[in-house]
Every structure is written in C-alpha cells, then in structure tokens.
C-alpha cells in the first residue's frame, strides 16, 4: 500500500498485521479522490477525520493532497500502531484518537471531509454518523465518504447521498448532511 498523489506521492504505508482490517485498494483511493476533487476542487486547507482509520490510508492521502490537519480513529491496537508509525514517517500533521468510531469524543472543529470504512456488513455507518453529528464533527458544508461491500444497504437518516460508483467488490458513496 502506498500514497496515490501529492507530496508523500509513492511513500509506502505500513498496514496493520492481521485480518482484523480491510485496508483501501489504491484502485478506489484514485477512484474516491478523483470524486472528491470534482466536486471540493482540491483539499487545501481541509480537516479530515477519518473513522475506522485502519492503517489510515483515507486521512494521510488527503493530508498529502493538501488538506491542513487530520483526525484519525481507530480502536484496534495493532492498527494504532501502524498509524502512529505512518503519521511519524510522513511527519503528517494528524493526530490519532484511540477511540471507538461509534463514541466519538467531541470534535474541536467540524470537519470538512469525513471518511468511514467501516467493517462490512455490520451496520457500523449509521452509529458512526450520529456520532460525528452529536459531537459537533458534521456542519452543513462537511462531505462524507462511505465505503460498503458492493451491494450493501446503506442506511444513513440525517444525511442524503451525492454519489455512488462501485469500484471491484466495494462501493464508495459520497454524502451530504440533510439541511
């Protein structure tokens, strides 16, 4: 696994060991910054967080495209790990939040772009989200990107979907907070 773009373009990252995580392909990486940058027109300047981190490839490609600082949460230990050592490599300015993703602590500012790769099939998005949006995470210009296994049901009230496009077994959705 490496960085697709931007300054850390071809780094390589270090992902957790064992079966506990399903790291992003760099195939739907390209696919879902391709999406995000028509529609936000780069990431200069953004606040990322990124749910369910893994080896936070989602939050370390954005910060490496130009967004200002980034939040990753991730509870499993070995996955803590290989973010620290990832955001320590790159000296990415980022911080890692050992936190469930469903109870998130409360948010220093909104973020502007929100990524949740959730384990598939467990209905993990919904209690994501009513997280982020109780803890003051989600502001009516935040975008969130959702990753399912191709074919999942997608529940997310509060939020109304921009984009879907399947990318080999996944499918990656882009959302917006109802007004």
């Not at 071809?10 to 990486?29: I, K, Q």
């Not at 469903?102 to 598939?120: N, R, V």
Request: glycine share 10%.
């Amino acid at each position: 696994m490496r960085i697709v773009a931007g300054r850390w373009r071809s780094r390589p990252l270090e992902t957790p060991v064992g079966a506990t995580t399903r790291p992003t392909a760099d195939r739907a990486r390209e696919t879902l910054f391709s999406m995000l940058t028509s529609r936000l027109g780069g990431f200069e300047g953004l606040l990322v967080l990124d749910l369910f981190a893994g080896s936070g490839a989602l939050a370390l490609e954005a910060l490496s495209r130009g967004a200002a600082r980034g939040f990753l949460v991730e509870r499993d230990p070995a996955a803590r790990r290989a973010i620290e050592s990832n955001i320590a490599k790159l000296g990415a300015e980022a911080r890692l939040i050992g936190h469930d993703a469903c109870s998130l602590p409360p948010a220093p500012a909104p973020a502007d772009l929100i990524f949740l790769d959730p384990p598939y099939g467990e209905g993990l998005t919904t209690k994501a989200l009513q997280s982020a949006l109780t803890m003051g995470w989600v502001a009516p210009h935040t975008w969130i990107s959702v990753e399912t296994a191709r074919g999942e049901e997608l529940d997310t009230p509060g939020f109304e979907p921009e984009s879907t496009r399947g990318v080999g077994k996944a499918e990656l959705h882009l959302l917006r907070p109802k007004a």
